[in-house]
């Protein structure tokens, strides 16, 4: 009846406004769907990607060796119809899934390496691989979860290649090595594949990336926006003095006297001339070398470490006190100290809009009370490469034994190091999901 009393025009305009109305929720009701429907064939999943989690923890691969793995990821995607590229960046893996319908680009990365780490015994898949990293014997280890992450891609994988017709845009599966590190002196990891150009062709729009938790109870997850992982920067310092027989130490300048100075004096630049309340900042001292004998007093000494900072002007002033500390302890004893910094790994840098919009998948994958705001951690990790191309979120995911004190659990980057596999099942669904839904709000 009141239509009846309309202009035209008024009535066009009237069925626009409603038509404005109808159609993001019908999008997002569309969106549910498709949201269930994944969560379905991640539970499905859940048996497959823990068999591939454990044949990949049983043959782990340190950085730039993931020969077999790279294999493996690749014969998988191959199957789903994908489009593989082998080989980037030495044994990277790059899978492209073309959605039904047009539309953004988005990029699911997971890392690929394992650690020179020797394997506690006692799981029935415990790594017993052997191999030589620097010259030394060392076993191999997936002490870090990466195993999990490969694992849990490849189910996403499986998952998304089974709604391709529902996903209005593009996913890119980057499955990367040696997010450890590279070899001194090589240059591998996130950095050589973003040179490589696994951003572009497609060009990517958003990238998302998890990390599994010892510590972080199974079903939860934990974000934050900004700042999320530190910026890694290895300092060296090398001290040279005069030598001398250790019987006339006033013959000599000390360089292992003014060493032991230097890494005293370090802790100052923390503790006394950061400022904390701003961001958290690290310097640590990792290794010493110098000297031969018990008599005689080494002509220099050389250290190495690392430095932790999650802020970019932080970290300048940071280099400079490390700097200024350095050359001035030591020439104040007549020695030198030449102090070189490398830079390793940005800031890993959650794009606060994009954490802003993803959140509510977040929350309906894992539950409103599972997803928690997380403090910034001083651990490095080089997603945040991929975060400097194109708006990035990378989030943390439980992988500890409910009703375990995390206090008790052996850390990342140690023998004793487990995961709860009952966890990867959200790990499936919450890539997924963010794929999907990403692209679905990008498209409408």
């Known amino acids: 009846m009141t239509f009846s009393l309309l202009s035209r025009p008024a009535l066009r305009g009237a069925a626009l406004g409603l038509g404005a109305l109808l159609g993001p929720l019908a999008a997002t009701a569309q969106n549910a769907a498709l949201d269930a429907r994944i969560a379905k064939l991640a539970a499905a999943e859940e048996a497959k990607v823990i068999a591939w989690r454990r044949d990949l923890h049983e043959h782990p691969e ?36 073309r959605g039904g319908k047009p539309g953004p680009v988005v990029a699911l990365r997971a890392d690929m390496d394992a650690l020179p780490v020797t394997e506690a015994p006692g799981l029935a898949y ?21 195993d999990t992450h490969v694992a849990m891609l490849m189910g996403a994988a499986e998952v998304l290649a089974q709604v391709k017709k529902d996903l209005p845009g593009t996913v890119k599966f980057i499955f990367q090595p040696a997010e450890e ?28 990336g998890l990390h599994i938790a010892s510590g972080i109870e199974v079903g939860n997850l934990r974000y934050r926006p900004e700042g999320y992982y530190a910026a890694a920067d290895v300092f060296q310092i090398v001290v040279k003095g005069k030598s001398a027989h250790g019987a006339a130490p006033w013959a000599s300048v000390d360089p292992v006297v003014v060493a032991a100075q230097i890494v005293l004096g370090l802790q100052t630049v923390v503790s006394r001339q950061t400022e904390l309340t701003k961001a958290a900042a690290v310097v640590t001292v990792g290794k010493i070398d110098g000297g031969v004998r018990n008599n005689i007093i080494a002509e220099q000494v050389t250290m190495i470490g690392t430095i ?21 302890i030591a020439a104040s004893a007549g020695a030198t100290a030449e102090v070189s910094i490398t830079p390793v790994v940005p800031v890993t840098y959650n794009d606060p809009r994009l954490t802003a919009q993803m959140l509510p998948t977040l929350r309906a994958v894992a539950g409103p009370t ?13 997603f945040s490469y991929y975060a400097e191309k194109a708006p990035g979120l990378f989030v943390n995911l439980g992988g500890l034994a409910p009703g375990t004190d995390p206090a008790q659990v052996p850390s990342h980057h140690t023998a004793g190091f487990k995961i709860d596999e009952s966890g990867l099942e959200l790990g499936v669904k919450t890539l997924a999901t963010l794929a999907a839904d990403y692209l679905a709000q990008k498209h409408h």
């Open 181 to 208: 590190g590279s070899v001194p002196g090589t240059e591998g990891g996130a950095k050589l594949m973003v040179k490589e150009g696994v951003m572009e062709n497609p060009k990517v729009d958003a990238v998302f």
């Open 62 to 97: 340190l950085g730039n060796e993931e020969n077999r793995t790279a294999a493996l990821v690749a014969a998988h995607l191959k199957s789903l119809g994908f489009e593989v590229t082998t080989g980037v960046a030495r044994t990277g893996v790059v899978g492209i899934l």
């Open 370 to 382: 599972h997803v928690q705001l997380k403090e910034a951690t001083t651990g490095a990790e080089d």
């Open 126 to 146: 415990a790594s017993t691989v052997k191999t030589t990293y620097l010259g030394q014997a060392v076993g191999v280890m997936h002490a870090c979860g990466h």
């Open 308 to 328: 932790r900072t999650l802020d970019k002007g932080m970290q300048q002033k940071i280099w400079a006190d490390v700097r200024r500390t350095a050359e001035g």
